[in-house]
């Protein structure tokens, strides 16, 4: 049998698979928050319950009305979506005036909230969710068994983190987007419409933490507490990217998941904290974060 | 973040709240003195931990401004170093607190080490992020141990004579605790350390430019708040008995911050009365099955987005409360 | 001609102090308006918060008949006025061209895109590089060009020509001159005496937080001791 470094080379290529899935997640999920972050100024504790929201949306709506996970990748994004616009509306938008704290505060407590009610609603175990049937099974790649699933989410994870880039690089909206990020003001006497746009990002970002969710669904269990934990663990890469750039809050996605899956490789002890290890590591040498420009 | 409350310099009114401090000061340790003539002494002890805990958490947030959305660390830990000392070592409960907030003290000072590197909300995200790290370190570490905890912690003999089996003994053990916490607090926010402090805070350029190595003393006040924090949670293990994962939940750094939002960030009585507001609504939630969770969250939003001062801040910033010569300075 | 942005007793504060004492000025359609005086006295604020970006406001402020204290900031621009800032405003994470095409057109009657870059033929020639690579004076060209294409019908410039060298604020003197040649109407703010009376029709002279006189530019020559003693130069 094939090994590398003392460890078989399937063994090793799953764990890896598994980093790349998982970092899939963390990429997503982080550019969300710099996107949110740029804009508006707020670190979003919701975020993970916005994923974990994808997740159940999916669920739900497979349960009581039949949708299967197709349409339910893009209604589940939608719902969270304007769920979220609605928040930024109606609450959120009142904190901008003040200390960043607050808003990263608020957020926490609506994670709360969120968490809490669909904890009192569909109790705290996980639920399966089944792995669509045009994606099952798996393809033999010679070297390893891939199963589709997971190479589907892989992908997808790039096109959309890659799409998402290109929409605020290379579009209009995305112009509006990083000129406001630089001088609301001047952008708002400018003739466009800022406090629409703000309510956008926050809706943009709260669709893609669903949408995640909704991929996450069929690999992990569906759980109220699915986001939380894993929402500390984007905040270490974000930490560690910096949040002063898109791709950064990507790349540092993607590295972290696959160092993590290389850690259960080699240290299985490890792995649930070797993304916080490597965290404390670039505060030491680079605490603005691999990609930060702010201090 | 926030700022301290202090009486305005000119004389009468501000004499009419210092009387009114002293006397609510008075009037409260006449209630404490009492209070398990009246209500479940298990109750009281609770509350007084986590009141001493806000007040440890506030030291940080309100005289420093840093978030910290770590301090489970601290206070979760200090439960397992005290409730190892005392089972495994048969350490003293004195003894056995004190290396609580010893081991608390340290953690604070390798996770502020880190923590202080960065400002606002990445200082919250780092130390939520090594209180998360510290977390799978109990999960996993053998003295802990895992899922049930340490269960059966005897309370002993204070200075090896006074049983603290009866829960009388140990309610006021607990009070001696809880009030020898608040002045160590008030000590060393009017020491000229916390003088230093204040003015990092309303200024921080300024301050380095005076020559104060702010980082030293942010850190300084890093630990002192996680040592405090390890006095609650020593005090902790000793009243229930037990250390469990719990205490080093980030729920339970949300829980702290919420006690001292809800009181008053910045205000010394303050964090009191919020741990007080929440261990209550806690206590009788228990018996309902309508999740605490919920009720957190949205006294949470609501804290943020109604009443940043929190009730008592709020209370300070009132017409009555300025009228009676208190100050809330933003 | 009648006054297309008319401004009586304009209030302003920022935060706890009290900036703007009663600001009274008109500015006629197709005027160009100059307001001189000290540094400190409110010239810049008077055009932030006729722009609404300064919100604490109270007064009036007449644009085309229009009302525009309850205007929202975003809205200022869709009733026909356009901003180019002292600092300029140029966004480093857009380019030359995104920085350009930025600001929504407002109305029929902005200048093309082509007919842009042949008034600013450096602004074509650098239209991918970052918006702020270029040198100040393209920056303040920047600026201005932005505004053009919008079709706004009155331009507010703070300093335009502020830390520029003499030759290219002679070329934004024959920008300007183009504009008013268009029917542009241009309220601006200036230190540059000799720019100023090259394209003014009309002077305010402004003292703590008011307008203490207004005067055509043939006054100017008879104006100039007192002019010269209060603005101290």
């Known amino acids: 049998m094939t090994t590398i470094f003392g460890i078989p080379l399937a063994a090793f290529l799953g764990q890896l698979l598994i980093g790349l899935i998982n970092g899939s997640f963390y990429a997503m999920l982080s550019l969300g928050l710099a996107v949110i972050f740029g804009l508006l100024r707020v670190i979003n504790f919701a975020h993970g319950a916005q994923y974990m929201l994808g997740a159940f949306v999916a669920l739900l709506l497979l349960q009581y009305l039949g949708v299967d996970y197709w349409l339910a990748l893009a209604i589940a994004p939608l719902v969270v979506g304007l769920f979220g616009a609605l928040v930024e509306r109606t609450m959120l938008s009142r904190l901008y005036d003040l200390d960043p704290l607050y808003g990263l505060l608020f957020t926490f407590g609506l994670a709360l909230t969120i968490e809490g009610t669909f904890r009192y609603l569909y109790g705290a175990a996980g639920q399966p969710y089944s792995v669509p049937p045009a994606l099952s099974g798996g393809t033999n790649l010679g070297f390893m068994f891939l199963p589709n699933y997971r190479g589907w989410v892989v992908a997808v994870s790039l096109v959309t983190c890659l799409g998402t880039w290109l929409l605020i690089e290379k579009t209009k909206l995305g112009a509006y987007l990083r000129a406001a990020t630089e001088n609301t003001v001047l952008v708002q006497a400018f003739g466009i419409n800022v406090p629409l746009l703000l309510t956008l990002t926050y809706g943009f970002g709260a669709a893609l933490a669903a949408f995640a969710g909704v991929l996450a669904a069929p690999i992990y269990q569906v759980s109220p507490l699915m986001g939380t934990n894993l929402i500390i663990v984007v905040f270490a890469v974000v930490v560690v990217g910096g949040m002063g750039s898109i791709l950064g809050a990507i790349v540092t996605g993607y590295m972290l998941g696959i160092a993590e899956g290389l850690t259960k490789v080699f240290y299985p002890e490890a792995s649930n904290i070797v993304i916080f290890v490597i965290m404390a590591i670039v505060l030491l040498l680079r605490p603005a974060g691999l990609f930060g420009k702010d201090a | 973040m926030a700022d301290m409350v202090e009486t305005t310099a000119s004389g009468e009114r501000s004499a009419t709240a210092q009387s009114i401090r002293i006397g609510f000061l008075l009037a409260g340790l006449a209630a404490l003195a009492v209070a398990p003539l009246f209500l479940y002494p298990v109750f009281l002890m609770k509350l007084l931990c986590f009141a001493l805990f806000a007040c440890a958490f506030n030291l940080l ?25 005392v089972k495994e070592w048969h350490l003293t409960p004195e003894l056995g607190i004190l290396v609580g907030v010893l081991g608390a003290a340290l953690l604070g000072l390798v996770i502020g080490f880190f923590a202080i590197r960065r400002q606002g909300i990445y200082f919250a995200m780092i130390t939520l992020a090594l209180a998360q790290m510290f977390y799978f370190f109990c999960l996993q570490a053998e003295f802990t141990k895992g899922e049930d905890g340490i269960q059966g912690v005897p309370r002993g003999h204070f200075l090896g004579l006074l049983d603290l089996s ?165 | 001609m009648g006054a297309l942005l008319q401004v009586a007793d304009l209030h302003a504060w920022y935060g706890e102090s009290h900036v703007l004492h009663g600001v009274d000025m008109t500015v ?102 970052q918006g702020t690579k270029l040198s100040g004076g393209e920056q303040q060209m920047l600026a201005m060009a932005r505004i053009l294409r919008t079709g706004v019908r009155l331009l507010i410039l703070d300093e335009p020509t502020e830390g520029l060298a003499p030759v290219i604020v002679q070329r934004i003197g024959e920008v300007l001159q183009k504009l008013k040649a268009r029917g542009m109407t241009i309220l601006l703010v200036e230190q540059n005496f000799r720019f100023a009376s090259r394209i003014a029709d009309r002077f305010y002279l402004m003292e703590h937080g008011r307008m203490v006189a207004d005067f055509p530019v043939a006054e100017l020559p008879d104006r100039m001791t007192t002019l010269n003693k209060v603005l101290g130069v």
């Open chain 3, 28 to 129: 006629g359609e197709g005027e160009t308006i100059t307001i001189l005086g000290r540094n400190g006295v409110g010239k810049t604020t008077t055009l932030r918060t006729i722009m609404g970006i300064i919100r604490a406001r109270k007064g009036e402020i007449r644009f085309a008949g229009r009302d525009m204290l309850s205007v929202p900031l975003h809205r200022t621009a869709h009733a026909g006025i356009g901003f180019v800032p002292e600092e300029r405003g140029i966004f480093a994470s857009l380019t030359v061209e995104e920085n350009l095409t930025l600001p929504p057109v407002v109305a029929d009657g902005g200048m093309p895109l082509e007919e842009i870059y042949d008034l600013f033929p450096n602004l074509l020639e650098r239209r991918a590089s």
């Open chain 2, 61 to 85: 947030i309100g005289y420093t401004g840093l978030l910290s959305f770590g301090h489970a660390a601290f206070f979760g830990g200090a439960a397992y170093f005290t409730a190892h000392a």
């Open chain 2, 166 to 330: 009866t829960s009388t003994n140990m309610y006021y053990f607990t009070l001696a605790v809880f009030l020898v916490g608040l002045l160590v607090i008030w000590r060393f926010v009017n020491s000229p350390f916390g003088m230093i402090l204040k003015s990092i805070r309303e200024n921080e350029q300024r301050a380095v430019s005076l020559g104060y190595s702010v980082q030293y003393y942010k850190l300084g006040a890093f630990v002192m708040s996680a040592a405090l924090a390890g006095l609650a949670g020593g005090t902790k293990a000793l009243v229930f008995q037990f250390a469990t994962l719990t205490d080093v939940t980030w729920q339970m750094s949300g829980e702290v911050i919420l006690m001292t939002l809800l009181g008053g960030i910045g205000t010394l009585i303050g964090p009191v009365f919020g741990a007080g507001l929440v261990v209550t609504l806690q206590h009788y939630l228990a018996t309902s099955d309508f999740p605490v969770t919920i009720v957190t969250g949205v006294v949470f939003m609501a804290c943020v987005l109604l009443f940043r001062r929190g009730l008592v801040g709020e209370f300070y910033a009132s017409r009555l409360g300025r009228r009676l010569g208190f100050a809330y300075r933003r």
